[in-house]
């Protein structure tokens, strides 16, 4: 994830903090290996420019940001880069979408900061009432990640329709709190939501790509930056981050919240679980 985070932070970037991204990104595996020095030179920049990209990036300095990559690159699967072909047998299709998949997992872990995520669930943990918008792929999220909170007993929804998160938005309180969750974090629409919440005092907690017009109004921003791309073969693997962040959200509020909290979401299983068996019983 820490090359796509700078892919996607490119055009945020300073002039000179550009040419060091793009001499990280032409040859990472160098850049691992090099000093400072090295990279400087590669790059036609003074150090301090280097240790002024890394800390643009969220990292302390040099050292730390070149110990990310090198995890990044060291835990990454073959196949990575590979997209599925027309002749590609059903193992090759196995080997290139789960690589894809569980390289994007392993980055997500590697590099999501903790912060950002404590600071979400604190204000999960006091919100009267929670809202889930997404569109299109994000929608999806939006709706798995109501399906997951509402057991809690906490008021929750769900909105992919942009008009009606945007009425929904403009009747938030303080002591709301709205997630807005967006792949690519430029839909008009939700960044209206979003700047609505805000305006009426709710809480609101961006999972989206960092330097982004939605990212920029979040009260945290949890930020998932990673590569689209448009080969229609390609797996949709981003959505895969974004529903394990929402796993991690909702675990950590029912232990933030106590056992009373974790007994209403035992209380909703079970009454699933019991549902299940009568309507077996039913249609048997």
Not at 15 to 27: Q, Y
Not at 224 to 244: G, H, K, Q
């Amino acid at each position: 994830m820490l090359l796509d985070s700078i892919r996607t932070q490119l055009d945020s970037l300073s002039k000179s903090e550009r040419k060091v991204a793009l001499a990280v990104l032409d040859n990472p595996s160098r850049t691992v290996s090099s000093n400072i020095t090295a990279l400087a030179k590669s790059a036609q920049v003074s150090e301090p420019t280097v240790v002024r990209f890394c800390r643009t990036l969220g990292y302390d300095g040099w050292h730390e940001f070149k110990l990310k990559l090198a995890q990044g690159l060291a835990v990454a699967l073959p196949g990575l880069n590979e997209a599925p072909s027309q002749d590609d047998l059903a193992a090759d299709l196995i080997n290139k979408i789960c690589s894809r998949s569980i390289n994007t997992l392993l980055d997500l872990r590697n590099n999501l900061h903790h912060e950002p995520v404590q600071r979400a669930l604190d204000i999960l943990s006091l919100a009267n009432k929670i809202e889930f918008y997404g569109q299109g792929t994000s929608g999806i999220v939006a709706a798995d990640a109501q399906h997951k909170f509402f057991r809690s007993g906490v008021p929750t929804v769900a909105y992919s329709d942009p008009a009606i998160h945007n009425i929904a938005a403009a009747l938030l309180r303080k002591g709301d709190a709205l997630v807005a969750i967006s792949q690519r974090g430029n839909s008009p629409a939700l960044v209206r939501s979003a700047q609505l919440a805000r305006d009426g005092g709710a809480d609101v907690i961006v999972l989206a790509p960092s330097g982004t017009p939605l990212a920029d109004l979040g009260t945290v921003l949890i930020p998932i930056d990673l590569i689209f791309n448009t080969d229609p073969y390609t797996p949709i693997s981003a959505r895969l981050a974004y529903l394990v962040v929402i796993d991690v959200l909702a675990v950590g509020l029912a232990l933030q919240r106590g056992p009373e909290f974790r007994r209403k979401m035992q209380n909703a299983q079970k009454a699933l679980q019991e549902f299940e068996v009568q309507f077996d019983s039913f249609i048997g």
